[in-house]
């Protein structure tokens, strides 16, 4: 089951049939957390199902506190950090920007907030289905900002969430995204470590001096104006810069510990002989591995590459892999109206990142699967026979594809 | 519940204490009242206290980097989330008390919000605090009865017809505001049940200000204070008054000064005279006409103002607590 050393009386960890919500109720339990509020929407709020039930188990000691609204939950966790304590919390689509107040000022105080989007479609027209615009909005803000694709990894995201996020170096709010329904709800084999090596991997959450206490009366967050507005951002800016080492060095840690080692930012799926690769976030990976494997049975060079961390957002990292194609094509699970080349979030992003390489591939963008539409593996041919199509007819006037999209 | 500090009642004005702990650093204006409340507040809870202030004046003009006035820790909170940021630093605090993380003690929690903040937008988030009794904390909402800071609007606590800049008195509308003030303190306490103690208070009362804190401080669960403050910007008149307004607020008996403690009412002081008849209620005129903000009242204004007052105090069940008729239809 392990091939780690069997630990003195320490239990190394076991294997057990959760959902990727359940996966982070778990790692609520193994980091300790002091406080989780919550708020019903769905699907991440599956999340908070299961922590309460871990709490009346006696399985998990915190102050778990039902809000009046998302608003007041992430106000709650907000200034539950500012004390000292560790704190969760969550939401999806238009109750994560029912929060929108308190997440935005819960970044520029550096709080360590870690909070799960259950990724959901924005209403109006009603649907309850993935789409990543919910999460991606805070990617200004100084969130930091990932996607997972399976159960195990939401675990050992989630871990890694609270190490990160409340390091001295780092102080700042993390947002995991688990897509709706295809991650929240769906039960997979996860290994969950035991309490005392998560304990080595997590140190206590300690503020310092930052701390706000009678024993260290500090003033937090007066009004500063134009005076020092500019200092403080570049704080949080430096920040996000140093996040990207701490997070490296998390991974490294993570798999010294547990023995399970991965790339930190990005995950490169057939990639070592591909002419041409897909990109995107989340668990769209499922079929277009699938379809790659299809592809390449039938000879065709193809890869895929998954982003994981989407801020600090893993410029050098794709520089880098990148360069190695003749074309990309972007699979976006959103959509940014009016953007450049009306293309989605993720496909912009990737465009200007390698905007500054001598050497660059074609980029061409798909928006596919909003509102909880399946991909399916046909729909992933599709996109790479397109892909591959513009870099044969030599297209510069870079497009947005919209897939399966009834006429 | 974690253990509350000794906080005794105050006997006299001597024995109010020296120590300060809202101090010298502030730019409210001169004889804000606000600010008042503010210093009786901290000077009454001490030390050991974690205030959480809202947006508004007392945000804005109190805490300007590298000259906080306060002594206490201070941390700003959303305009809207005096309640959550109450229950949040309260819920924190017990965790990593019970957790054996931080020290075991009694630290007084106090979310400050103006009216604006409290009685409109975070509303909601101060009756979900009120219903925590698993948490100590105050909520201390100071009312100079309008948005104060981004330029006197009317608020959900502005007095009817008051004149502020979203209610110009003008030529075809002379009254734009026509709601009536809220009774908040008294939807707060009949609203939930198992919250020990509401109170109404003003500046010109510090004893009462003071000592309401205390026993809000010491009766533990979540708990609610409400001030009235005269603001010489939004209610127009010269700062000197203050003071005086406030008295003839309560004179008047447009401002009821009472406590509900474990579901007990109490009225107090002139409140209390005024119930029992030993002193009568002045015009209220006298107060209205001292201000620039009801300076276009027109003599049926002032008339219809008295009236809804005296419905107040001849009709309801309980003056400025519980607005039904003093009958149930059974
Ligand atoms: C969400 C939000 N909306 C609007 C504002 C703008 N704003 C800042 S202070 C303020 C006035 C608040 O009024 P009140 O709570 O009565 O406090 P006062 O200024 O009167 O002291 C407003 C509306 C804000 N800061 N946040
Ligand atoms: S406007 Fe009113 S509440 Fe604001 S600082 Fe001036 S007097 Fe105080
Ligand atoms: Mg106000």
Redesign the interface.
Known sequence: MTTLPALGGIQVERDELISGSEAIARACVLADVDVITAYPIRPYDTVMQYVARLIANGELDCEFIVADSEHSQFEMVKHASAVGARVFVGSSGVGWFYAFEAITVTAGLRLPVVAMVGNRALDDPGAFGVEHNDALAVRDLGWLLTWVDTAQEALDTALIAWRVAEDPRVFLPCAISADGAFLTHSQQIVKVPGKKLVQQFIPPYNRGNLVLHPDNPITIAPQVNEDWLMEIRKQTDEAMRRAKGVLAEAYQEFGDIFGRRRDPFIEEYETDDAELVLVGMGTLAMPVKVAVRKLREQGQKVGFIRVKWFRPFPTQELQQSLSRFKAVGVVDRDFSMGSPSYGGVLFNEIRSALYPLPQRPAVVGFIAGLGGREIRVPDVSNMIDMTRKTVEEGRTDQQTHWIGVRE | MTTLQSLSQIRGVKNVPWDEYYTSGHRTCQGCESALALRLMAKAAG????V?GSTGCM??AN????T?P?????????L??A???????A??????M??E??KEEP?NVIAVCGDGGGADMGL??I??ALT?TEYNLLIFLYDNESYANTDIQVSGTSPWGANTTFSPPGRVHRIMNRRWKKNVAGMLATGHPECRYVATTCTSYPLDLQNKVRKALTTGGPTFIHTLDPCPKGWDYDPRYSHELGELAVETGMWVLYEVQDSKLTLNGPSKALANGTKQRKPVEEYLMRQGRFAHFTPEDTSYVQRKIDDMWTKWWVPGVIPFQNEVVT
Do not use: N
Request: glycine content about 8%; proline content about 4%; overall charge positive.
């Open positions: 030390p050991r206290t974690i959480l945000y804005v805490t300007t980097y590298y906080t306060w002594v206490v820790p201070w941390m700003h909170t959303q809207g989330s309640g959550s940021a109450a229950t949040g630093t819920a924190g605090l017990k965790a990593l019970r957790k993380k931080i630290i909601s988030a009756s979900a925590q």
